[in-house]
């Protein structure tokens, strides 16, 4: 079974300085990782994903994150926060089953507060 | 806005009773997802449908369940409500057919409320 374990439920910044979530994954063959933020009332908005391609992953909204498959860790950076950054975010693993079977493993997410 | 429309966006009902969500999925996805988010369980996988059938099954309860139609959509039902079945449920869609890793789409959501 995978799993993924986000490794703090709230992270506080100052507007304008890096951003780091942290992420461990386990799984037993090579994974597909997500992040999906959500703001407040809002729905899962993909962030970006890792599918083997590049270890970097660019995604939207100047995010970016490193797959590092020594550390079992999919960690999402930012250089720089701003104050709508503030949401959820969440750290997710891709159970790709037999032909179209799928279903995503949501981490318990990281609250990201941005501070003026 | 990511293509995938969910109705009612609210609903409150009383326990014991029985609820109908809807899902339409992004045009040309042929998998639907739904997921359950609550304080206590976080978000949990509870069905995929493709082209009408199951296809994955995770921690839904034999109180619900779901159908996906020939135009695709889907429908989650609940019955016998309990206090603890209030949360948000999301769908999701995807076209598993056509990307080796296929990349689920969520809907805004229906917040269902049991009083």
């Known amino acids: 079974a995978q799993s993924v374990t986000q490794l703090d439920s709230h992270v506080s910044v100052s507007e304008g300085t890096p951003v780091l979530l942290r992420c461990n994954y386990s799984s037993s063959y090579s994974p597909s990782l997500f992040w999906y933020v959500q703001h407040p009332n809002k729905g899962l908005q993909l962030l970006l994903k890792?599918?083997?391609?590049?270890?970097l992953v660019k995604g939207i909204n100047g995010f970016e994150a490193e797959f590092k498959k020594s550390e079992t860790t999919f960690p999402l950076t930012k250089p720089s926060a701003h104050m709508s950054d503030a949401a959820e975010y969440f750290c997710?693993?891709?159970?790709?089953?037999?032909?179209?079977?799928?279903?995503?493993?949501f981490g318990t997410g990281t609250r990201l507060q941005v501070t003026l | 806005d990511s293509g995938v429309t969910q109705t009612p966006k609210h609903l409150i009902t009383a326990t014991g009773q029985r609820v109908t969500l809807r899902c339409s999925p992004r045009?040309?996805?042929?998998?639907v997802y739904w997921y359950q988010q609550s304080l206590d369980q976080g978000l949990q996988f509870l069905i995929q449908?493709?082209?009408?059938?199951?296809?994955a099954k995770g921690n839904i309860l034999e109180r619900f369940s779901a159908q996906q139609f020939p135009d695709l959509h889907s429908e989650l039902n609940l019955s016998s409500l309990e206090l603890g079945d209030s949360a948000l449920y999301f769908c999701?869609?995807?076209?598993?057919?056509?990307?080796?890793?296929?990349?689920?789409?969520f809907g805004p959501g229906t917040r269902l409320t049991v009083l």
């Open positions: 999701a869609s995807s076209d598993p057919g056509q990307e080796v890793t296929d990349t689920q789409y």
């Open positions: 890792y599918t083997s391609a590049a270890t």
């Open positions: 045009s040309g996805d042929l998998s």
């Open positions: 449908y493709y082209n009408g059938e199951e296809r």
């Open positions: 997710v693993v891709s159970d790709r089953g037999v032909g179209t079977a799928s279903k995503l493993t």
